[in-house]
């Protein structure tokens, strides 16, 4: 019998409640430069730019600060608005439309197309992650560029002592009056279906202790190794593939926690 059954699945995940409020508190951070390589890349590329699930626009305002023509796409209603909002707030221009990363058409194609902050790998299904690759391409100019994030669970793998097993894995001080936003975190590993089936619990506490919210949210994601990635952008037409680790000038190896993918 699978490991995993088929109740909860979720592709193309739809963030709301509390776990989109506290997004960008626990989602933040930035300890590999992933902005400034994306501020890199579009520099470089130049031409516009589509970000494919934008969330509250961490890569897109930067790039449309440094005068990049951008446009923002993501599935969840509540992250459509706060983009749209914080894109107004700072004075900027740029279009956020809400669709499916498997199934969009906007009627028009891009110099580079971004998927950031592994995104892809929400989409648990592999016929949901080829049709999204599709799409991606059918969006690309003749000469444009793909360009992804994705994340390798090392640790995950390694230590199937902590499948099932809670922990906590951000502790965060929000406002002014001795608030806290918690995350815990309890993951299940298919290392044969290379699935993490993840349920987080978000919680805000008050300067006591006390729980003031809490909620339970469970998600998919799959892994991929260096050459399955370039078996499946191959499978949907891309025909040059490179695949570097942290963000770094290195072929992706032992050791690196995420991958950027470069694809033409």
Not at 101 to 109: A, E, I, V
Not at 131 to 157: C, K, Q, T
Not at 232 to 249: H, N, P, T
């Amino acid at each position: 019998m699978p490991k995993f059954g088929r109740m909860g699945r979720m592709s193309n995940k739809d963030y709301n409640g509390l776990e989109a409020e506290l997004y960008d508190v626990f989602r933040g951070g930035d300890e590999l430069d992933e902005i400034g390589f994306y501020s890199n890349v579009a520099a470089e590329k130049s031409g516009n730019c589509l970000d494919l699930g934008c969330g509250t626009g961490r890569i897109l305002i930067p790039l449309a600060e440094q005068g990049i023509d951008i446009t923002g796409l993501d599935s969840s209603q509540f992250m459509v608005e706060e983009c749209r909002s914080r894109v107004v707030s700072a004075g900027l221009s740029a279009e956020v439309v809400r669709d499916d990363l498997r199934t969009f058409d906007l009627g028009r194609q891009f110099d580079l197309v971004i998927i950031p902050g592994a995104s892809f790998q929400l989409l648990d299904e592999r016929k949901d992650a080829i049709s999204a690759l599709e799409r991606a391409r059918a969006h690309l100019l003749p000469d444009g560029l793909l360009v992804m994030s994705l994340f390798m669970p090392y640790y995950e793998i390694i230590n199937e002592s902590l499948d099932g097993v809670w922990r906590l894995e951000k502790d965060e001080a929000i406002g002014n009056d001795g608030e806290r936003a918690l995350c815990h975190v309890c993951a299940e590993l298919d290392r044969c279906e290379q699935i993490m089936d993840m349920r987080h619990r978000f919680e805000v506490i008050d300067s006591v202790g006390a729980t003031v919210k809490s909620e339970l949210k469970h998600s998919r994601l799959r892994w991929y190794g260096k050459y399955e990635l370039e078996l499946l952008l191959a499978s949907v037409g891309f025909q040059s593939v490179e695949i570097i680790g942290d963000f770094g000038d290195e072929e992706v190896g032992d050791g690196h926690a995420a991958m950027a993918v470069f694809a033409k």
